[in-house]
């Protein structure tokens, strides 16, 4: 019960940017959640860690992190938070200057919603989501944009994973 408290707390930390007070109550979550073989709440802390290095601008870091966390949903098979995943990947590589895939990814996560039948809105995401994917879409411009973005949209949901997977593992 704690650890889900925890859990819940961290993610308002994010939410709100305090990534001082976020990080090392994610990694608490983490080594709790790795004693006890919790996969969901470990995910959570590997998720709100990365969170954190993709506020504070350190791409290199979160993408490790999302990638992670991405390997735990999968693990776990929540299709929701695979996707929020992949759309971490997404930002954190368009923040590396990988601007084509981090479109492609975060189209086929869009595509995925729209099959599923959900929009999901959350205000800190969303505007992560306009910093990083934002100045990808400014520096390919409207055209290369749409192209990457439809390309994406265009993979399954299950070859986007596999791409956010290998994303970056030279990094």
Known sequence: LVIRAMVGLAQVLVALGRTDEAKPMAQEIID????????????????YLADCE???GNCTESLKLYRQSLALAQEI??????????????????GLGEEK??????GAVKGEWERMGMDIHVRFWDALLDRYLGAAKEALGRESSEKEWN???DLSFDEAVELALEAGADK
């Open 77 to 94: 098979g929540d299709k929701v938070e695979i996707s929020f995943e992949v759309q971490g990947v997404a930002m954190s590589l368009a």
């Open 151 to 153: 390309k994406g949209r």
């Open 101 to 106: 895939l981090a479109l492609q990814l975060a």
């Open 32 to 47: 709790f959640a790795e004693a006890h073989n919790d996969k969901r709440s470990e995910h959570f802390g590997w998720h």
């Open 54 to 56: 993709l506020i504070l």
